[in-house]
Nanobody, 117 residues
Framework: QVQLQASGPGLVKPSQTLSLTCTVS??????????WSWIRQPPGKGLEWMGV???????YYSPSLKSRTSISRDTSKNQFSLQLSSETPEDTAVYYCYSDYVLVGSWGQGTQVTVSS
């Protein structure tokens, strides 16, 4: 089973772009049928799926975040990344990376991101 480790800045200023990276071990991000997602949970709220990059590099985004979200990958480092632009305090959340392989999921440990000046 794969292991995922999210990393990135804990504090982002409003209007800046958040960049997070998920490092994957125990398997390749290009292995067929794997899907690699970003999910977040604002304080006191439920989980929000943000987007996914598939093993073949195809991406899909939540309609509500599509205009501000980009997910990419670095196959040489076995990593995938999230960029979320035009940050506001409402983007404060714990951000998780998540893998899905034929309905078997694995979660990273989550990383807290606070948007504040």
């Amino acid at each position: 089973q794969v292991q995922l480790q999210a990393s990135g800045p804990g504090l982002v200023k409003p209007s800046q772009t958040l960049s997070l990276t998920c490092t994957v071990s125990g398997g390749s991000i290009t292995t067929s049928y794997y899907a690699w997602s970003w999910i977040r949970q604002p304080p006191g709220k439920g989980l929000e799926w943000m987007g996914v990059i598939h093993y073949d590099g195809s991406t899909y985004y939540s309609p509500s975040l599509k205009s501000r979200t980009s997910i990419s990958r670095d196959t040489s480092k076995n990593q995938f990344s999230l960029q979320l632009s035009s940050e506001t305090p409402e983007d404060t959340a714990v951000y998780y990376c998540y893998s899905d392989y034929v309905l078997v999921g694995s979660w990273g440990q989550g990383t807290q991101v606070t948007v504040s000046s």
